[in-house]
């Protein structure tokens, strides 16, 4: 994995949804870049915990930033309190991409494994949506 690659970071209210997902992210892509995901909640229900959102993060981090996909309104919340919490250098380099969150791990993972830049991942996957 390269430190110059944006990471992924896929989050989900499902455990099983957010580990297949990076699971075809790696099948296709391969490991070329750093990619974390989680789901659930703590007492392992359907929902997103911000605290696993920011290990994801961290996980996932690299100083080109990271791009965050996720399922549904909630995961977008907190993924966004996460990134609120990120210290100022790193809140620039945080993305949270208005993509489908299958469709567009893989597709901003392909162009993350070229070396595109931030705001070319998440444009290219958000270019997923629809309109």
């Known amino acids: 994995m390269s430190e ?78 996460a990134v609120e919490m990120q210290p100022d250098e790193r809140r620039a380099r945080i993305a949270i991409c208005n993509a489908p969150i299958v469709e567009g791990a893989v597709i901003a993972a392909t162009e993350a494994s070229g070396g595109a830049p931030l705001e070319v991942v998440r444009r290219t996957a958000e270019e997923l949506s629809p309109a």
Do not use: F, Y
């Not at 989900?12 to 892509?29: I, L, W, Y």
């Open 4 to 81: 110059d690659k944006v990471g992924i970071v896929i989050v989900s209210h499902s455990p099983e949804v957010a580990r297949g997902t990076a699971d075809m992210v790696r099948q296709m892509v391969g490991d070329e870049v750093p990619l974390a995901w989680c789901g659930g909640d703590p007492d392992g229900g359907l929902g997103t915990s911000v605290e696993t959102i920011l290990g994801a993060i961290d996980q996932a981090w690299t100083n080109a930033g990271v791009a965050i996909l996720v399922d549904l309104g909630g995961a977008e919340t907190n993924s966004e309190m």
